[in-house]
Each structure stands twice: as structure tokens, then as C-alpha cells.
């Protein structure tokens, strides 16, 4: 049975082994480049590797021999009598392409003949040690789809390896060209600005970047000064650095990139600082707009926790979170920029993502208290748990919520101490809140009697102090109430309201001053006190019973 099975299996995966036999590491064609005179003698030596083939097409380009460069480039796609005449110019257009934008990489590619990459210790690289068919040189953006540039290895009957730039990328030369070669009015410029000491940019372009960020900077300044006649001259102290920085940036940007070859790092950082200037502009503003207009009639966070203040509360709760989602929302954005503009990034991030390695794991746990946090903001944004001036108890301390931040909730206590709660941990723990509903807050005054109180004249003296008291509360009804007792003394409990939790504190501190005033005035009879009563011997002989206060 055991054999049976066995020869099942192998007979299931004949044919997949017999397909992956056939899986040639090149692309085979019958005839390569038919038009081009001198092609076969030339190719066998010139472009037997994928680092000579990249290097013949540099080096005749630069020289302008683009006949003998059209060499490096598969032309089957062109009818043979036309090879020679359309050649030159599409390897002129891939050498104009490929010097201002990608650069020649020849550290990438292998001087082997069947394009084999040494293999890495570890297994870090997954194509080390196999022959390859295929290279892809770099890849850029166009208004439809992307120019994929490949250098590819062919076979032909007369030829047993060739590396040529693939039909693909000949094929999109004139869109790449019009999309990242040079402009028009570029011819005009003097020949010793042409040239390239610093990559694949031009000196030129690096001049005009200088230009045009001195232009944009004082188009910026310009903006400053009719900002500083229409705002208020707080507000703009604040905000007139961050719009100088984005109107700069986003200038230069604009002014530049459509007409001027620069770096793409150049670009992205342009983008970035724009977006990140606006994060702090609009960031600035908000605080600004808290302080100056929500905050302005309040000398203290603890004066939010009234009744006619829930506006201010529910503004101040909402700028104090949106302000920190909107800076996340801000980063993801530019990360994603960077992944729409950048292929090597996104081709990063993809990896990561797609793997199952040590950094793909570390990015996730590091990750995880971050968004978490989010979620715990964004929470708290829509139920309003807390909002900004509220007085809650939290773990036994008594405070105020004095923000809301990104990765925590800052609350001040009522020593001036302020507490950093994590903002995950907080919203997962239970807590006393004196101001979701209502502020108005009631207190108990206990007090332990005697038996013998007057509980009438108790009760009376407790509702003139509360009727006479400022901060007592006209829409709570006062109570007086014995609630237990035990063999020494009764419990007196009253209640007392006033419109938030920091006065009914004072109120209900007064109110048991004022009874215990009371009580000491009535020479301190109503007070607790132990009594013992005699044997009936004792009394026979004359000896009352006797009370030990």
C-alpha cells in the first residue's frame, strides 16, 4: 500500500517536474536586431553581460554614437528596414532618460554571462546563486501607467547569449522621453551648465533650485505682510513662520518640478516639508483659536466644570483630539506620497508587509501602542466619555481633565499636580465622572450624636445654614436623615448640592463647621458619650449612675 501511494504521488507530479525542467533562465527567439549591420560580431562581445551591455550603451551614447548604442536595445518590434533609421533616436531618447533620471546602475548587475548574482550569507538575497533572464533597471512614472526599464538576456540560434534592453521598455521610449527628457528651450542654455558633477542633475538645475527657493521666500514674505494687516497680531506671530516654510515650499514645487530636471529625493522633500508645515500651521491656529477665544473668559481648567460652560468643554475636547488626529492622518498621508512617487519605497514597504521576518514583526509591536492610542483618541472624540474640564475621580484621586493629547490624558489634581494618565490605559479602567451628565454635585455631611439630640433643632439649624450659604444649590431640596446607630451614638447624615464638584466641597466643609458650632453652643450635650449604670446594691447605698462623656 505504501508503494502504491508512493508511485500515485510521482506519477501527480511528473508533469510539474517536467515543466519546471523546461523554464529556460532567457528568452529565446529565432532572429535579434536583422537590421542592424555588424550586429552578431559586435553582441557576442560587447553585450555578452548584463554590465557590459549597460556599459557599451553608456559609453557610445556619450560619445554620440547612437547607431552603435541602438545595438543594445531589442528592435525586433521595428520592421528590419527600419532599424537602422529609427535606432539611433530611440537610443538617443533611453540615454537622455536614463542620464537625467535613473543614472546607469553597473553595481547592481553581474559581469557573468548568465547574469547570476552572488549569493548572499544568510539567504538574504532569494535570487543569489541562480541564473537570471531578467533586470529591471528602474522604473518611472507617466500620466498612464509606468516605464519599466529591463535589460534581459536572449538566445538566438547564432547567438548563445545577448543582453538587450527589452522590446517593453523600447517600445515606451517616446512617452518616457516626453514625460522626462529635456524641454525645448533647454538647447538654449550654455554648454558648461550642462554638465553633471553631482549625479544625474545638471548645474543649471541645481541653480534654478536656489533661484526659486529665493523667489518663493519672498512671494512667502510678501504673504506674510498682508497676513500681518488682516489677522491678529498674536495669531500671526504664532502662524508666520509655518506659512513662510509652506507658501515657500509649495512654490517651489509648483514653479520648478514641471520645467526644471531635479533629483525626485528633492521633490519628496519639498512635498513633505509643505505637508508637515501646513500639519503645524493648522495645528498652531487651533491652539491659538483655544486659548485666545474658547479659554479667554477662564482664569483656571477647573472654572470649565459649570453648567453654562458645555460648549466651551465640547470645543475644547474636540480641538484638543482633532489636533492630534489630524497630524497622524497628515503622516500617513505623506507616507503615502512617498509610496505613490517613490517605486523603491513602495517596493520597501511592500516587502515588509509581505514578509514574515524579525522587522516585519518589530515594526508591528512597535506599531501597536501607537494605534492603539489612535483608537482610544478617536473613542473618546465620538462616545465623550471625558471631555476637557470635567472632574472625575480616577483611582482614588480627585482632578480635573486638563487635555487630551496624542498618547496620553494630562489631568491636573486638586494639590496643582497634574497626572499623565497613557490614553489607552485610561480609557480601559473604570472612573467617577462629577460632569458628564450634570456638574451640579452633592455631598455628605455625617456626623455621629448622642441618643439624647434634638434632631428637630439639628435639622432646623442644617436648613438655615444651607439657605443662607452663596454657593448652595436653589434647585436641590436639603435633607437631614438618621440613617443608623449603633450602642454609643446615632448617625446624622445631611445632604447638601451646589452647581459643581469644587464648591459643594467648600459647601459641605462650611456646613459641617457651621453644626459643629451649633453643637458646641448647646454645651456639647448632643455629643457622644459612654454611659455605666450601677448595681442595685450600689444604688441602695446611695450611688447614682454615672456617665463617662
Not at 560587447?46 to 557610445?60: H, I, M, N, V
Request: hydrophobic letters at 45%; proline letters at 5%.
Amino acid at each position: 500500500m505504501r508503494w502504491t501511494s508512493l508511485i500515485l504521488i510521482l506519477l501527480l507530479l511528473g508533469p510539474l517536474l517536467a515543466d519546471e525542467q523546461e523554464i529556460h533562465p532567457y528568452f529565446e527567439v529565432e532572429k535579434i536586431n536583422t537590421g542592424l549591420s555588424d550586429f552578431q560580431s559586435r553582441a557576442s562581445k560587447e553585450l555578452s553581460t548584463p554590465e557590459r551591455a549597460l556599459s557599451f550603451f553608456e559609453r557610445q551614447a556619450k560619445d554620440g554614437n547612437f547607431s552603435d548604442a541602438a545595438m543594445a536595445l531589442n528592435l525586433n518590434e521595428i520592421a528590419p528596414e527600419n532599424q537602422t533609421s529609427k535606432g539611433p533616436e530611440l537610443a538617443r531618447q533611453l540615454y537622455e532618460v536614463m542620464h537625467r533620471k535613473t543614472g546607469f546602475p553597473y553595481g547592481r548587475l553581474p559581469d557573468r554571462v548568465d547574469g547570476q548574482l552572488p549569493e548572499a550569507p544568510g539567504g538574504e538575497n532569494a535570487l543569489g546563486g541562480r541564473p537570471r533572464s531578467a533586470f529591471l533597471i528602474a522604473t518611472l512614472e507617466l500620466d498612464v501607467g509606468q516605464f519599466e526599464i529591463y535589460l534581459c538576456r536572449y538566445r538566438t540560434p547564432e547567438l548563445e547569449n545577448v543582453w538587450l534592453f527589452a522590446p517593453s521598455t523600447v517600445g515606451k521610449l517616446d512617452l518616457a522621453y516626453q514625460a522626462h527628457g529635456p524641454s525645448w528651450w533647454e538647447e538654449y542654455i550654455p554648454s558648461p551648465l550642462r554638465h553633471r558633477p553631482f549625479g544625474n542633475t545638471p548645474i543649471w538645475s541645481w541653480i534654478a533650485l536656489v533661484v526659486g527657493l529665493g523667489a518663493a521666500w519672498m512671494m512667502s514674505h510678501r504673504l506674510s505682510h498682508w497676513l500681518e494687516k488682516r489677522l491678529n497680531y498674536a495669531l500671526f506671530r504664532s502662524i508666520r513662520w509655518g506659512c513662510a516654510v509652506a507658501a515657500t515650499s509649495w512654490l517651489t514645487y509648483v514653479l520648478l518640478f514641471p520645467w526644471v530636471p531635479l533629483p525626485s529625493l528633492v521633490s519628496y522633500a519639498l512635498v513633505l516639508v509643505g505637508f508637515f508645515a501646513l500639519v503645524w500651521l493648522v495645528s498652531t491656529v487651533m491652539d491659538h483659536y483655544s486659548k485666545q477665544i474658547v479659554r479667554a473668559d477662564i482664569d483656571s481648567i477647573k472654572e470649565l466644570d459649570d453648567r453654562d460652560k458645555q460648549h466651551q468643554k465640547r470645543q475644547l475636547t474636540y480641538l484638543s483630539i482633532g489636533r492630534r488626529l489630524l497630524s497622524f492622518l497628515v503622516f500617513c498621508v505623506g507616507i503615502g506620497i512617498l509610496a505613490a512617487h517613490s517605486p523603491q519605497f513602495r517596493t520597501f514597504g511592500v516587502g515588509v508587509l509581505a514578509s514574515a521576518g524579525v522587522l516585519s514583526v518589530l515594526l508591528g509591536i512597535a506599531a501597536q501602542p501607537i494605534l492603539w492610542n489612535v483608537m482610544a483618541g478617536i473613542q473618546i472624540a465620538i462616545s465623550r466619555p471625558v471631555r476637557v474640564g470635567d472632574a472625575i475621580e480616577y483611582e482614588g484621586t480627585w482632578c480635573y481633565v486638563e487635555e487630551i493629547a496624542y498618547m496620553h490624558v494630562l489631568c491636573c489634581t486638586w494639590d496643582e499636580r497634574r497626572l499623565v494618565i497613557p490614553l489607552r490605559y485610561f480609557i480601559s479602567k473604570p472612573f467617577s465622572s462629577f460632569s458628564l451628565r450634570d456638574p451640579q454635585t452633592i455631598r455628605i455631611v455625617e456626623l455621629n450624636l448622642d441618643y439624647l439630640v434634638d434632631i428637630n433643632g439639628l435639622r432646623e439649624e442644617f436648613f438655615k445654614l444651607y439657605e443662607d450659604h452663596e454657593l448652595a444649590s436653589a434647585e436641590f431640596e436639603p435633607r437631614l436623615e438618621v440613617v443608623s446607630f449603633d450602642e454609643r451614638s446615632v448617625v446624622v447624615r445631611g445632604m447638601v448640592a451646589a452647581k459643581n464638584a469644587a464648591e459643594s466641597w467648600d459647601l459641605h466643609c462650611d456646613i459641617r463647621e457651621g453644626l459643629l458650632r451649633y453643637l458646641q453652643a448647646s454645651s456639647g450635650e448632643a455629643l457622644p458619650r459612654l454611659r455605666i449604670r450601677g448595681s442595685q446594691s450600689q444604688r441602695s447605698n446611695g450611688h447614682s449612675e454615672r456617665t463617662l462623656v
